[in-house]
């Protein structure tokens, strides 16, 4: 099955040199190599990747205990075999303060999953971080695996729309089913006009709808 098609907690081993993946938290974060490694039918798998970080307060050196990473693969044999076959981007949401929170995040995902199918999948995953240069590897903690954007259109026959909207200006509907599942799960951190809501539409003159 795919990596979204399954509610299980997915145990994978980041490796590389991660002090410098960790530490590289500047605007113009570059990308490191890495390998993530998994079991499948008792066997280890590996695929090389790269990851950089990503984000704004959670990249700010101090304010968590690791900052969230984008994984971006390399199409190739070993990636067409294993359960990261289709994935080009994914973010990787990393425990800001403790293990709580991830595991929440990733609950609310899948309950707004159930409201719209225009909304992200996740995948949460168990992740031990393993430093190749200081041979020294992390007890595992909760991250999540999310979506990637294209694909998240993609899988609703839309395509991505990179326009400064107000509001009142993108689907009513979607929008205030968005807007109450917010006030529900209480999250006041959104906006559609600064852009932290994803538009998407048929084509390019059809009116957007929010997808947070």
């Known amino acids: 099955s795919g990596l979204f098609d399954n509610d299980s907690t997915l145990k994978i081993t980041l490796s590389g040199n991660?002090?410098?993946?960790?530490?590289?938290?500047?605007?113009?974060?570059?990308?490191?190599?890495?390998?993530?490694?998994?079991?499948?039918?008792?066997?280890?798998?590996?695929?090389?990747?790269?990851?950089?970080?990503?984000?704004?307060?959670?990249?700010?050196?101090?304010?968590?205990?690791?900052?969230?990473?984008?994984?971006?693969?390399?199409?190739?044999?070993?990636?067409?075999?294993s359960i990261f076959k289709g994935q080009d981007k994914l973010k990787l949401v990393m425990p800001c303060v403790g293990d709580d929170y991830v595991t929440r995040e990733w609950m609310i995902y899948r309950i707004y999953n159930l409201v719209t199918p225009k909304s992200f999948k996740a995948r949460l995953v168990s992740v031990e971080l393993y430093d190749t240069k200081k041979k020294k590897s992390t007890s595992p903690f909760y991250g999540i695996l999310l979506e990637d954007d294209k694909q998240m259109a993609k899988r609703n026959e839309d395509v991505l729309i990179k326009l400064q909207l107000r509001p009142e200006q993108t689907d009513s509907m979607d929008f205030l089913k968005m807007a109450v599942f917010e006030y529900l799960i209480g999250n006041t951190d959104w906006s559609v006009q600064f852009q932290n809501v994803k538009l998407v539409a048929r084509d390019s003159l059809a009116i957007p709808a929010t997808v947070p």
């Not at 998994?38 to 970080?53: F, L, R, W």
């Open 18 to 81: 991660l002090r410098d993946l960790m530490t590289d938290v500047a605007d113009n974060s570059q990308n490191h190599p890495v390998a993530i490694s998994y079991t499948q039918n008792g066997k280890e798998v590996s695929i090389n990747a790269e990851a950089k970080t990503r984000g704004h307060f959670r990249r700010t050196m101090g304010n968590c205990t690791y900052p969230p990473l984008l994984l971006q693969f390399t199409n190739n044999d070993a990636l067409s075999s």
